[in-house]
Nanobody
Framework: QVQLVESGGGLVQAGGSLRLSCAASGRTFSTYAMGWFRQAPGKERESVAGIQWSDGRTYYADSVKGRFTISRDNAKNTVYLQMNSLKPEDTAVYYC??????????????????WGQGTQVTVSS
């Protein structure tokens, strides 16, 4: 059974940092891509960042470029999202997702195979 388990969310002041983790289990993810999404109240879910597990290619939404960094630890089967210079508009539930390639876990036309349960990130002004 495939599981994606997010952790690391919380409350932080504007300008602060958080690191989210997504621990993947239940299958081999070495050929997969992993993505981070977020959904704020009343808004649609949006792609934030993605990484191809095999070669480390990354994708970032314009709104987070230069502030967020996605990375992976192959040994731990874990993907991270380092979030710096956080803004109140970054407040959302953050979800981890996995799919066969980067295009399916990023951008507007995402269609991942698996989703995590989400972790709340709240940035106070």
């Amino acid at each position: 059974q495939v599981q994606l388990v997010e952790s690391g969310g919380g409350l932080v002041q504007a300008g602060g940092s958080l690191r989210l983790s997504c621990a993947a289990s239940g299958r081999t993810f070495s050929t997969y891509a992993m993505g981070w999404f977020r959904q704020a109240p009343g808004k649609e879910r949006e792609s934030v960042a993605g990484i191809q597990w095999s070669d480390g290619r990354t994708y970032y939404a314009d709104s987070v470029k230069g502030r967020f960094t996605i990375s992976r630890d192959n040994a731990k089967n874990t993907v991270y999202l380092q979030m710096n210079s956080l803004k109140p508009e970054d407040t959302a539930v953050y979800y981890c997702a996995a799919g066969p390639n980067l295009a399916l876990v990023t951008g507007k036309y995402y269609r991942p195979d698996y989703w995590g349960q989400g972790t709340q990130v709240t940035v106070s002004s």
